[in-house]
């Protein structure tokens, strides 16, 4: 079997819903469990209903209500030419109203707890997989039964061995060959049934965990881009889709904040070995993004990121030559702080690291200052050149410096797995200094 998961774009609408009809229809020789996101924008329009409630504005809660009713009532009466079935309308105003009572709740105690809130939230996607499964005439069922978590309201941490057996209980006799099964992303419920949720945009993980509990041979994630990109398409335009990327060096993309799967959600399939596809919904000819455990094919560089403005921190002090424990004593201030180190480079006689730049500064600056001498220059950006083959590829460092020209490198960081070639250049040269990067990435054969 395989997991096909689409996101909200992906079933924003009935034009959308359509579209990944056909590609499910497609799939059918290859059992599908179909995970879907909530319609849109939906979970936001929760989120506001309920935070309204929860200040006391029930008429404004119920307005945004409507609103959530009136999107799906219009997809289901597209989807269905305006002759919707039924036991379809029934499940929507059964849902319309369990959403009403919760918002009248929230706002009766004005108090919304974390667990309220996952309530709430759980409406989008039994909404859009309701309406999804009638028309594809497929089984609907409901992720709670087997997306065991814990009580994390909010961010539910899932429990791997029991979603294993529901699974198999419960979902597994339903998929085959020409078969569609459609469940939730997203949601889930503790042992007692409570409903609970894995945090924002946690459709990903879902599919992730039920792949890894049912051994699909791939998991799918449509979305609306083709796969993972060699870097931000809104800096450097000729940006490429990557056909193969690591789940390493995804992590690594995904640190600097790239527009990327967050490897902590696909980790599940990876685990059991299970590809993670990145595929274009409106485009599923197209180019796409697999990422495995391994890969040992590709560019030297998989691709680049940048994050910023950061705070490049020296700290020189005479007596570091030849002595011990002076890191350990300036860690330890960092430590002891919550501050969160991220690039380091060391020298004899002095250490240069980063850290974000809404780090409170005069305070640690005061503390380092006691035993060392310590710059700080803001406004200073951090770019990672991603690859597996990095460090297998004589020359690479170079042609990157050479390729930079006129734009400064501040600082140099080989990250411990060497899949990370960090470089800190000024904050406004950033964008620049990608494009250029960039070049290097596509003549590097
Ligand atoms: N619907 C949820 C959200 O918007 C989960 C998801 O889309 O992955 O956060
Ligand atoms: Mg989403």
């Known amino acids: 079997m395989i997991v096909m998961k689409f996101g909200g774009s992906s079933v924003a609408d009935a034009a959308c819903m359509g579209q990944v009809e056909a590609l499910v229809r497609a799939a059918l020789p290859q059992a599908p469990l179909v995970v879907l996101s909530a319609m849109g924008k939906t979970t936001n329009a929760l989120f506001e209903a309920a935070r309204t409630a929860e200040a006391g504005d029930l008429p404004g809660a119920l307005a945004v209500q409507r609103r959530i009713m009136a999107a799906h009532r219009r997809a289901a009466g597209e989807l269905f030419s305006g002759a919707v079935p039924e036991g379809l309308d029934t499940a929507l105003t059964e ?85 569609v099964v459609v469940t939730q992303g997203y ?128 700290v020189s002090s005479s007596r570091m030559l030849a002595q011990s424990g002076f890191l350990a004593r300036l860690f330890e201030v960092f430590g002891r702080r919550g501050v969160s180190v991220d690039l380091v480079a060391t020298a004899e006689v002095s250490v240069s690291l980063t850290v974000e730049a809404d780090v409170p500064l005069k305070p640690l600056l005061q503390e380092l200052t006691a035993f060392a001498t310590v710059e700080a220059s803001e406004g200073r950006a951090i770019i990672a050149a991603v ?23 501040e600082m140099i960081s080989m990250g411990a797995n060497e899949i990370n070639l960090s470089l800190v250049v000024r904050a406004d040269q950033a964008d620049e200094a990608l494009r250029r990067l960039h070049r290097v990435l596509t003549e590097a054969a």
Not at 188 to 211: I, K, Q, V
Not at 249 to 255: K, M
Not at 398 to 403: E, G, K, Q, V, Y
């Open 95 to 179: 849902h319309f109203g369990e959403l009403e009572l919760l918002l009248r709740g929230v706002a009766l105690l004005r108090e919304l707890s974390p667990r309220s809130m996952d309530a709430i939230a759980s409406l989008g996607e039994r909404l859009s997989t309701r309406i999804f499964a009638e028309r594809l005439g497929a089984a609907w069922v409901d992720a709670r039964m087997v997306l065991r978590t814990d009580a994390t309201f909010g961010e539910a941490v899932p429990e791997p061995e029991s979603i294993r057996g529901l699974a198999a209980r419960l979902l597994a006799p339903l998929l085959g060959e020409g078969r």
């Open 187 to 314: 949601i889930g419920a503790t042992e007692d049934g409570l409903t609970t949720t894995l945090g924002r945009g946690g459709s990903d993980f879902s599919a992730a965990l039920f792949g890894a509990a049912l051994g699909a041979r791939e998991v799918q994630i449509w979305t609306d881009v083709e796969g993972v990109l060699t870097c931000d398409p809104r800096i450097v335009p000729e940006a490429l889709p990557i056909p193969e990327l690591s789940f390493a060096e995804a992590a690594e993309l995904a640190a600097f904040g790239a527009k990327v799967l967050h490897p902590a959600t696909i980790q599940p399939a990876v685990e059991a070995r299970i590809p993670v596809t990145v595929r274009h919904t409106q485009r599923p000819a197209g180019r796409f993004t697999t990422i495995s455990s391994e890969v040992r094919t590709g560019r030297p560089i998989t691709a680049l990121a940048s994050r910023g403005p950061v705070t490049v921190l020296t």
């Open 387 to 409: 690859g597996e083959r990095l460090k297998s590829t004589p020359g690479l460092g170079a042609r990157l410096l050479t390729a930079l020209g006129d734009i400064n490198v």
